[in-house]
């Protein structure tokens, strides 16, 4: 279902974050801990996550901030320590409440947020289930999903499935990494600065080599951190579809082909690198990001992307494409 109503006028973040208060305990098996609140700051278990707790949880300050950054609209969806991937069987309680709760924010905003719900991807009916109640769900405009989950990503098997029931409910989807530990990335926030680009890259390359944008080329799927390493790497998997059957069995079109059906946003922190996503990428599969509230945001998503060529209305006409949003 399309999103209607008045969305307010401007260009619409696709990339933020909220929490209500009462669901920071997180689905069963979080490793970590729960978020938690410390005289006004949010942590991760014991970890510090550097930003003010009502950033994340207060939906008034999160409007505030939207109109702060010279937003129209914010599309606004779980954080990824709260997907319900450790024990997702476990997790459908906590997966109703946040998507109740969403609804409920998104439409005390004035029309300044849109929703994007959370839903299991390890087992497709329980998939659709969700995916139809919230294509009910007015303000709601699709759903935030992992990478990767146990070594898996969208290629193949259900998670693959779960792609296709976003299409037959009209959904987007927004990919976001989770930020899953390796040794190597223990020491200086490497599990973010290079954990997090390194899942959405797997998880591009998995989409392009596997033929599913042939299988559901009405997928509207989008990829954060301006994709990741996939814009660097294309003609690296292109050359490889080209020399080995082993890399083009799946798909019948060198990814460079498929590539601009995908979304993707624009937190880059580099116009160099920023410029490199849009020589691959669709022009109108260009959508402004900000990562807010998390330390690694956009601080100035829309000057960032004025500063360095792209237009605001092309923006905003490509964000209410993406998140399905008609008059």
């Known amino acids: 279902m399309a999103v209607t109503g008045n969305i307010r006028a401007g260009v619409v973040d696709v990339h933020a974050h909220w929490l209500p208060d009462d669901l920071l305990s997180l689905p069963p098996g979080s490793p970590l801990g729960e ?3 410390r005289d006004g700051n949010l942590f991760l278990g014991d970890h510090p996550l550097f930003l003010a707790t009502e950033a994340m949880t207060d939906i008034d300050a999160v409007i505030a901030d939207t109109a702060t950054a010279g937003l129209g ?4 969806s779980a954080p990824p ?10 997790a459908d309680d906590y997966i109703t409440a946040y998507n109740d709760h969403l609804e409920q924010a998104v439409a005390s905003s004035g029309g300044t947020l849109v929703g994007l719900g959370l839903v ?9 289930r969700e995916m139809a109640r919230l294509a009910g769900m007015p303000g709601i405009a ?14 193949n098997g259900v998670m693959r499935e779960v792609l296709g029931a976003a299409v037959d409910t009209d959904l987007a989807v927004l990919v976001h990494p989770m930020q899953l530990p390796r040794p190597e990335w223990q020491d200086h926030y490497l599990v973010n600065l290079i954990g997090n680009p390194v899942e959405t890259t797997t998880a ?5 080599l596997s033929g599913v944008m042939d299988e559901l080329p009405d997928l509207r799927i989008c990829f954060v951190h301006g994709g990741g390493c996939a814009p660097a790497l294309l003609g690296r998997w ?7 059957e082993d890399v083009r069995h799946g798909s019948s079109r060198s990814p460079a082909e498929p590539f601009t059906q995908l979304y993707f946003d624009t937190v880059t922190h580099d116009p160099e690198v920023l410029r490199l996503l849009t020589a691959h990428a669709a022009p109108n599969r260009i959508l402004c990001g900000s990562d807010y509230p998390f330390d690694m945001a956009q601080p100035q998503p829309v000057q960032f992307l004025v500063d360095h060529g792209l237009s605001p209305d092309a923006l905003e006409g490509n964000g209410r494409a993406f998140l399905g949003i008609r008059p």
């Not at 320590?81 to 997702?88: I, K, M, Y």
């Not at 591009?204 to 392009?208: C, K, P, Q, T």
């Not at 292109?238 to 080995?244: D, N, V």
Request: glycine share 10%; aromatic share 12%; no cysteine.
């Open 35 to 37: 978020m938690n609140d």
């Open 120 to 128: 299991r991807v390890d087992d497709v009916d329980a998939a659709r």
């Open 73 to 76: 609209a914010r599309a606004v």
């Open 204 to 208: 591009v390359a998995s989409l392009l």
């Open 142 to 155: 699709g759903v935030a999903v992992p990478p990767l989950v146990q070594g898996r990503s969208y290629g």
């Open 238 to 244: 292109g050359h490889g579809w080209r020399s080995r």
């Open 81 to 90: 320590f709260a997907f319900p991937v450790f024990f997702p069987a476990e």
